[in-house]
């Protein structure tokens, strides 16, 4: 990405935001769905993620990445859905709205989610508590090291580790306990 | 080395050295737990590597364009509330403020002069007061002095006490919202 869009939108470019929001939306989008597992909390919180980078564009430090920067803003934003969900507390525009498509024409989005592959890791990676699933995301899909790993949740690098450590051991405990997959013998 | 050394390099899923990784294979090859171990861990970081990254929807530029055009709007009209809120607040806190200075019946001015006449009046009381006393206390016989001294403490002793008696009343019967 060119900095020079960064740059023009941090002085109040739209159009260059606008650019940006096109360039970095799947990596955003992809993170929003693999920790929320579901495509219209998904969106609404990739949306969220840039109206946020959006509004505090001023305190961007051009020195770090701004993907590492907008990775950061989601993964906390998904971070605080979820703990808000687990504990209840819904603000009344959160509430999903009803799907009113129809249900004959298909939907690139939920067949992903329906495919059992998809499922299968869903529930395998919705069993970590949220901070320890952004570290497994960021680790395995966005290939982060543990430095990165640690701006973008703001944790110590041994925090990751053991976030990590601790994530590894509940995927072992769970694929063992659901056998989502048949494990193969002398692997 | 333990078994639970073992189990910490599986899983930390980090580069051992030559030796460490033969010494693994090792106790993979006698320890079952441990096998297995391995191979879930192995199975589920397969499972997350090699899921494919979900795209946005087509049109998420678009929306965004749109709800970002009408959450500016939205936040223009907040600033603007804020702003008028705000003016209204300095100039009512102002026109309050001359009210209270310059209106001839309330003003500050004339309160404040009555403040500082009233103070020296109680001022030039209790300095009379306490020439009276000291008068009566070097001219009175020692016999008048005591009995000023008795009726005036018993006065004192006895309303502390009827005080007293009252709160304590009020509280026992806790008067008021329970009763």
């Known amino acids: 990405m060119d900095p020079q869009w960064i740059e023009k939108a941090r002085h109040g470019d739209d159009e260059a935001f606008t650019m940006l929001v096109t360039t970095y939306q799947t990596p955003v989008y992809n993170l929003c769905f693999r920790m929320l597992g579901e495509a219209t909390a998904a969106e609404d919180a990739a949306q969220e993620t840039f109206w946020r980078a959006y509004q505090n564009l001023k305190r961007y430090d051009p020195q770090r990445s701004f993907a590492t920067w907008l990775l950061s803003i989601a993964a906390h934003y998904c971070i605080d859905q979820q703990r808000k969900q687990k504990m209840g507390l819904f603000e009344l525009d959160e509430f999903p709205d009803f799907d009113l498509a129809d249900p004959d024409i298909p939907n690139p989005e939920n067949e992903v989610i329906t495919n059992s592959e998809d499922e299968a890791l869903h529930r395998l990676i919705n069993q970590l508590n949220p901070p320890d699933r952004a570290a497994v995301i960021l680790k395995y899909w966005y290939g982060c090291t543990e430095e990165e790993i640690s701006q973008i949740l703001s944790l110590t690098v041994s925090a990751v580790k053991s976030r990590l450590h601790r994530a590894r051991r509940q995927l072992a405990e769970t694929i063992m306990a659901d056998q989502l997959l048949p494990v193969k013998e002398g692997q | ?179």
């Open chain 2, 1 to 179: 080395m333990d078994h639970q050394t073992y189990k910490s390099w599986i899983l930390n899923d980090e580069l051992l050295s030559g030796e460490d990784e033969t010494q693994l294979e090792e106790h993979l090859a006698e320890c079952r737990e441990c096998a297995e171990l391995k191979a879930n861990l192995y199975t589920a970081l397969q499972m997350v590597r090699s899921a494919p990254q979900i795209a946005a929807p087509p049109d998420f530029t678009q929306r965004f364009t749109a709800s970002l055009a009408a959450r500016k709007r939205e936040e223009e009209k907040r600033q603007a509330r804020a702003l008028t809120l705000a003016l209204s607040s300095s100039a009512l806190v102002i026109a309050f403020g001359a009210i209270l200075i310059f209106l001839p019946e309330i003003s500050l001015i004339s309160l404040a002069t009555g403040c500082v006449s009233t103070l020296l009046r109680i001022f030039e009381i209790v300095q009379a007061t306490a020439s009276f006393v000291s008068g009566f206390v070097k001219n009175a016989n020692p016999s008048s002095l005591v009995t000023v001294f008795v009726v005036v403490g018993g006065w004192i002793v006895l309303a502390s006490l009827t005080l007293a008696l009252s709160v304590w009343k009020l509280a026992i019967k806790k008067v008021g919202i329970n009763s």
